[in-house]
């Protein structure tokens, strides 16, 4: 498994629980529990993206600045999050926000997929690629662990 195809499973895992998200109501187990996974979720994606994907492409120059945007893309996500977290599950105003927050964080996995992947295919050795997917997931795994 390469890099390109542990992000990728880990962005589909994403988009089925912020799309289960908008789709739950008011202040139930339900809602609160993906909401917790998907905070878990993006948290323990974006460490270990960022560390095993992200620095790797900011010492190569035709990455650098996808890799600037992203980064600072996962800034914007956790903002939303900490947002959703102020408000009651059961105001407009959450789902307003976590809607807001699918249409990002959907809008970001798309650029990455579509945009990034393909340059960093170039910057990366077919070793590199098996490698960081190798320390991508173990990483993964333990900020979900914790």
Do not use: C
């Amino acid at each position: 498994m390469t890099i390109f195809e542990a992000l990728r499973d880990d962005h589909d895992t994403q988009r089925t629980l912020v799309d289960l998200l908008v789709k739950t109501e008011g202040d139930s187990d339900g809602r609160n529990e993906l909401f917790d996974r998907l905070k878990r979720e993006l948290t323990a994606h974006a460490a270990a993206e960022e560390r095993y994907f992200y620095v790797p492409l900011m010492e190569v120059d035709l990455t650098q600045e996808h890799a600037r945007h992203s980064v600072a893309e996962h800034k914007e996500l956790d903002d939303f999050v900490e947002q959703l977290e102020k408000y009651g599950m059961s105001s407009s105003q959450w789902l307003i926000t976590a809607r807001e927050l699918a249409e990002r964080l959907v809008h970001h996995l798309d650029e990455e997929e579509v945009e990034i992947f393909p340059v960093a295919g170039k910057a990366l050795s077919e070793d590199d690629k098996l490698a960081l997917a190798k320390e991508y997931r173990a990483d993964m795994q333990r900020h979900l662990d914790a």
